[in-house]
């Protein structure tokens, strides 16, 4: 089976492809030539993950999927939520992100939050939504140097190191995206 993931980020083609398996075939975005800068205008991760999706799957009629993914803090109400990227302003900057979080969060005992994403899925017109979700804190301040995104903020319920602080192998086996895209998997292996 061949699929088109709306990336082109390497990281998670290479993820997506070492969980999925030799079964299916992962095409990226610049695999089928598009350079389509895809507007997420939805106010929910399903709605951007359907946009891109429905995007590529009526311009290309190829079957595809995509993601969105968001930090949802419980004392900001789920921000930032599908504003993750740009919380801090338009120049997706990772340390003005965090830097915001931290200050918005100041005096609030609640540091409740977990990453979410929804991968969208079309399959001949058919459209399903997967969700994986981890649940954490919010940490008062950076801990670790690895990963990306809010990784240094981030402690998972159980543990005691931030995402960070982690090896990228430990991080996969219990993150949003890779329960989603296990989801996803059973799906398509019929387990689901
Ligand atoms: P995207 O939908 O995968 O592009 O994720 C949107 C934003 O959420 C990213 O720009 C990051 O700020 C944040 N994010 C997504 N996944 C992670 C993660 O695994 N660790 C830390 N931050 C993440």
Known sequence: ???????????????????????????????????????????????????????????????????DTGLEVEALEGAPGVLSARYAGDGHDSEANMHKLLQNLTGKSNRNAQFRTVIALIIDGE???????????????????????????????????????MSSDEKNSISHRYRATKKLNDYLKGDL
């Open 127 to 165: 459209e399903m939504l997967f969700d994986g979700i981890v649940k954490g804190h919010i940490t008062e301040e950076k801990m670790g140097e690895a990963g990306f995104g809010y990784d240094p903020i981030f402690v998972p319920e159980g543990y005691s190191e931030s995402f960070a602080q």
């Open 1 to 67: 089976m061949k699929l088109v993931f709306a990336t082109n980020n390497k990281h998670k083609l290479q993820e997506v492809r070492d969980i999925l398996g030799s079964g299916v075939e992962v095409l990226s975005l610049s695999d089928i030539g598009c350079n389509d800068d895809i507007p997420e205008t939805a106010d929910t991760l399903q709605g951007n993950a359907l946009i891109k999706a429905r995007h590529i799957y009526s311009k290309y009629n190829v079957n595809c999927f995509a993601d």
